[in-house]
């Protein structure tokens, strides 16, 4: 979802006029992690929230989500999300994205179910802090398994619909959509992916994952829904 990640900086510098104390914040925590985070640094990065009451920016977020991100949203990949709530299937959204956009876009796409990264808080504020939760790369895969454990779903029965064309699965049983740019040319559509492999080394970006409701005990066949260019909401 980079659109909306790149909706919550923007909210950043418009909300006060700190915003050139974010920008340094956001540079010291990329210089001071850089080590550590290497190529994904910039997408750890949350230190551009540094100082912004979480009330304040929630609200924000909310009408952000209402008034411009609803209308971005690909109409094929609603109605496939569509397809999969009236099949009865557990739909999670696990996205890199703050949950302060992707908890209200969930809300208003009647999804139940949201991973995305948590932000840290001190009475109230965000702080330049490393995020409690961001799911990206092998974090985004195990989340998804822990996920389906305690839903007791089978995850290699997914279907995984990612929005970046960085994101990664090993091949397999189950299945993934292309991934597409609202306005731009659809991407081709990727080859069968599995979910529950322990050798995938990225999920980056948005995924989307609808899993069959049949518990683990009770194998099915995996869902056949073909290749769709999913929603950037990014």
Known sequence: MRAASGCSRAICTSTDASAGVRRVAFTTFALRHAFTF???????????????????LEDLARLFVSDRLLDTLYPPAL?????????GDLVLLLTGT?????RPLCERLGVANVIAT?????????T????????FGVDKLTLAR???????????????YANAREDSLPAGRGRRSGCGQAGSAPARPRSPRRLGDSRSTDLGGQCTI???????????????????????AT
């Open 38 to 56: 290497r190529g994904a640094v910039f997408k750890k990065d949350k230190a551009y929230l540094a100082g912004l009451p979480q009330a304040r």
């Open 98 to 102: 703050p949950d302060f956009i992707a």
């Open 79 to 87: 109605a496939r999300l569509e397809r999969h709530r009236a099949d």
């Open 128 to 135: 330049t802090a490393i995020p409690l939760q961001h799911p």
């Open 146 to 160: 822990a996920f389906a454990d305690a839903h007791d779903v089978r995850l290699d029965h997914a279907v995984a």
């Open 118 to 126: 948590e932000c840290v808080t001190r009475n109230g504020v965000f």
């Open 210 to 232: 609808a899993c069959t409701t049949e518990p683990t005990s009770a194998p099915t066949k995996p869902p056949t829904a073909p290749p769709i260019n999913a929603a950037r």
